[in-house]
């Protein structure tokens, strides 16, 4: 049987092997550092005003009893989540006459009523874009031992304001 290496060619295979190593080896160790950076920009949206709208209104005022009941959706007209962290509820005014259509009533002082916000789920609570929620607001008239006439037959405005939008 014939040795297939010699010991000359032993030693050229080691060599080449060791030479290939090496040079593999060191170029898997040769690289460069370096650092770097970049600048990108976020859009970030702009809140958009609610829609408000009266829904209903059910009852009938009378100086020292009863109550309107007046039903306000409120919807995000936005593109995102939004909250309103304030909600208040008045008779606007021209003078002191409370107004109806926004014109005048005379004589039918606004301070005459008492409006009080009495549900407000959305209330400091996201409203997801398009939807809405129902704040509800009772209207009275306390008796104030005074001629209220002038207000009779009239459906006084009420104006719900949303703030901290």
Same mark, same amino acid.
């Given at each position: 049987?014939?040795?297939? /290496?010699?010991?000359?060619?032993?030693?050229?295979?080691?060599?080449?092997?060791?030479?290939?190593?090496?040079?593999? !080896?060191?170029?898997? /160790?040769?690289?460069?550092?370096?650092?770097?950076?970049?600048?990108?920009?976020? *859009?970030?949206?702009?809140? $958009?005003?609610?829609?408000?709208?009266?829904?209903?209104?059910?009852?009938?005022? /009378?100086?020292?009893?009863?109550?309107?009941?007046?039903?306000? *959706?409120?919807?995000?007209?936005?593109?995102?989540?939004?909250?309103?962290?304030?909600?208040?509820?008045?008779?606007?005014?021209?003078?002191? +006459?409370?107004?109806?259509? !926004?014109?005048?009533?005379?004589?039918?002082?606004?301070?005459?009523?008492?409006?009080?916000?009495?549900? +407000?789920?959305?209330?400091?609570? +996201?409203?997801?874009?398009?939807?809405?929620?129902?704040?509800?607001? *009772?209207? *009275?008239?306390?008796?104030?031992?005074?001629?209220? $006439?002038?207000?009779?037959?009239?459906?006084?405005?009420? $104006?719900?304001?949303?703030?901290?939008?």
């Amino acid at each position: 049987m014939r040795k297939l /290496f010699t010991t000359r060619r032993r030693i050229a295979i080691a060599g080449a092997t060791t030479v290939l190593a090496l040079a593999g !080896g060191g170029a898997a /160790f040769a690289y460069f550092t370096s650092t770097g950076s970049g600048t990108g920009t976020a *859009t970030v949206g702009t809140a $958009t005003d609610f829609t408000v709208t009266q829904a209903s209104a059910s009852g009938t005022i /009378f100086p020292g009893a009863g109550s309107t009941v007046i039903l306000y *959706t409120v919807t995000n007209a936005g593109t995102g989540n939004q909250e309103y962290t304030a909600a208040s509820v008045a008779l606007p005014t021209s003078g002191l +006459d409370a107004v109806s259509g !926004g014109v005048d009533i005379p004589g039918c002082l606004a301070s005459w009523f008492s409006p009080v916000i009495t549900t +407000d789920p959305g209330l400091n609570t +996201d409203i997801a874009p398009g939807a809405s929620v129902t704040v509800t607001v *009772t209207v *009275t008239m306390p008796d104030l031992n005074t001629d209220q $006439t002038a207000c009779a037959g009239h459906t006084p405005d009420v $104006t719900l304001t949303l703030g901290g939008v």
